[in-house]
């Protein structure tokens, strides 16, 4: 069932943190912008809607990045994702060890698909030293991405925008 909801007598600027606290899944399409999603993720106080926007921007974010690793271009990401991730990680209101195994399991994506990534771009796998050491170093990059630590990540060819 599709229904359409108009709020009128709405000053502009406001950006909607809709479902707070809801538990069922909702389908909603909206016009925020990259803007809209950056605040939600590193203000909102719904920890789903904070979700929510870092997956619809990293959604967004991807291509950009997979079209530059086939290009053999540095990977560049937006600083405000990054300091989108950082202010939930810094959040001292959530699980310390809910945190942690979140962390662990990014770290994991992130090696899986760089992995996929780079035997894509390399045409196939190849057990080279050369290979390996340059695996690493990307490897070692997204990693300092992941953890909010884009400083760390130019002596591995990989800056923040």
């Not at 538990?23 to 939600?40: C, G, I, N, Y």
């Not at 990054?82 to 662990?104: A, E, F, M, R």
């Not at 399991?105 to 899986?112: G, T």
């Amino acid at each position: 069932m599709k229904k359409e909801f108009v709020f009128s007598d709405i000053s502009e600027n406001h950006v909607p943190s809709l479902f707070r606290g809801f538990s069922a899944p909702v389908r909603v399409e909206t016009d925020l912008s990259d803007d809209d999603l950056f605040f939600l993720l590193a203000h909102d106080s719904d920890e789903f809607n904070r979700w929510e926007a870092g997956q619809v921007l990293a959604r967004k974010l991807m291509p950009n990045l997979v079209s530059g690793f086939e290009q053999n271009k540095p990977l560049v990401l937006n600083p405000k994702f990054i300091q989108g991730l950082s202010s939930v990680l810094s959040d001292t209101s959530l699980d310390k060890l809910d945190v942690h195994h979140h962390l662990v399991l990014l770290r994991q994506v992130l090696q899986l698909l760089w992995w996929q990534l780079s035997v894509s771009a390399l045409g196939g796998f190849a057990s080279t030293q050369v290979t390996a050491q340059r695996l690493g170093s990307q490897e070692l990059a997204l990693e300092c991405l992941a953890l909010g630590l884009p400083s760390a990540c130019a002596p591995h060819n990989v800056l923040p925008l």
